[in-house]
């Protein structure tokens, strides 16, 4: 097949531009943007696209409640032959946490759910649960052995990621490790069905006491199917009917429409975790038999993201549709691993805390890129992140298809966002 030449290149992205619908966006410096430096983002996404680093990006930023820019970047495919729209559709993976954490709280607020409950009273199978812990013999060597935990993991566990479940992948140790893969508790090689999961993942030992350590899980998987329970039908029907369509998130699902294959955005072959974690995700076909992944299930557009991070920073609200009260909101922004192990380093950088759902600066300093004390961000092991400031009142979504260079881009993107802020 011959390469499509770039003249046609950019007459294909015109086109694709043009069928798009357009977004009501304002003039940057209404809101204390530099329209000049904003402008510096599609050159430097252009680069980084001309390097291989991902196939394109949309980006998005917002302020006051109004989108100062959004831009698409480059192409949708790892062939680089379809331009790159601004309804490009995501595997979202974890930025799925943030929307079943508010589902969660919103069931809290209903009297439906407590913090404080033991998720045994849900699942049974967590009743009597082991924790790995060391042991010294009388000449000093050490072991691992499943004792029992101190006490039931709760329901605020799960939100702050203080269960004690991990992932395989960050496993702390290689018998756990082992344990998860055998068991294929995130479904990675087979469809398990939400029986199969707790019953596998509550048979495992947990990495630490309950509530002791931040140590980020497959929480959140548990934590959907527990929003499920509660709500007494399946996790997407239930985000679709209370988070989804009142926002208007008309592009949000945790299964790419057949409409939205053709915009279903791609990594670069050369991408070393592209085939894994594109295993992993599966949104091409209904689930099925296997569980709805509340950690990392969701599809969506740049678009929609946005109308989900502006009522979490209007506190619970947007456009007459209230989801939570603006004190669950500010509750949910705060941090709360006060005092205990762990960080959200991995994925936040240093500087941030973990509120319930993604993590929260704990200072203006202390960082890898700008931001202020109390801001909220977390993102997807595709490579899509998003960042909400409540002091400064802006929302930043970025989204590309580059699962190996997720860190680089997210930060980048930040740099870019704030460095454009001039009042």
Known sequence: MRPIQPALRMMSLAAALAAVPAVAQDSPDLHGFSAERLARI???????????????????????????????????????????????????????KPIVSVAAMALIEQGRLSLRDPISQYFPAFKDMKVYSEIRDE??????????????????????????????????FPEMKELYEKADVESRDADLSNEEFITRLAAIPLAYEPGTRWEYSVATD??????????????????????????????????????????????????????????????????????????????????????????????????????????????????????????????TGPGYGFGLGWGVRLDEGGAYAPGSKGDAMWAGAGGTSFTVDPKEKIVGVFLSAGPNTRQHTRFLFKNMLYGALVQ
């Open 42 to 96: 599609g050159p430097a996404m252009k680069a980084e696209i001309g390097k291989d680093v991902v196939p394109g990006a949309v980006t998005l930023i917002a302020r006051n409640g109004k989108i100062v820019h959004f831009e698409a970047h480059g192409f949708l495919d790892a062939a680089k032959t379809k331009p790159m729209g601004r309804d490009a559709v995501f595997r979202g993976f974890s930025m799925t």
């Open 222 to 347: 548990v934590l959907g199917l527990l929003v499920e329970k509660v709500a007494g039908k399946r996790l997407d029907q239930h985000l679709d009917e209370t988070i989804f369509r009142p926002l208007k998130m008309t592009e949000t699902s945790f299964q790419a429409k057949p409409e939205q294959i053709a915009r279903l955005a791609d990594a670069l072959d050369a991408d070393p975790l592209k085939v894994r974690s594109w295993k992993d995700a599966r949104v091409e076909a209904d689930p099925g038999k296997r569980y709805l992944r509340g950690g990392a299930g969701a599809v969506f557009t740049a678009e929609d993201y946005f109308r989900f991070a502006q009522m979490v920073l209007n506190g619970g609200q947007l456009d007459g549709a209230r989801i939570l009260s603006r004190e669950t909101v500010e509750f949910m922004l705060s941090n709360h691993i006060q005092g205990l192990e762990g960080t959200p380093f991995p994925t």
């Open 139 to 172: 000449r000093g060597r050490t072991s691992r052995v499943a004792l029992p935990a101190k006490r039931p993991i709760l329901v605020w566990d799960l939100l702050r990621h203080t269960a004690g479940f991990t992932y395989a992948g960050s496993a702390p």
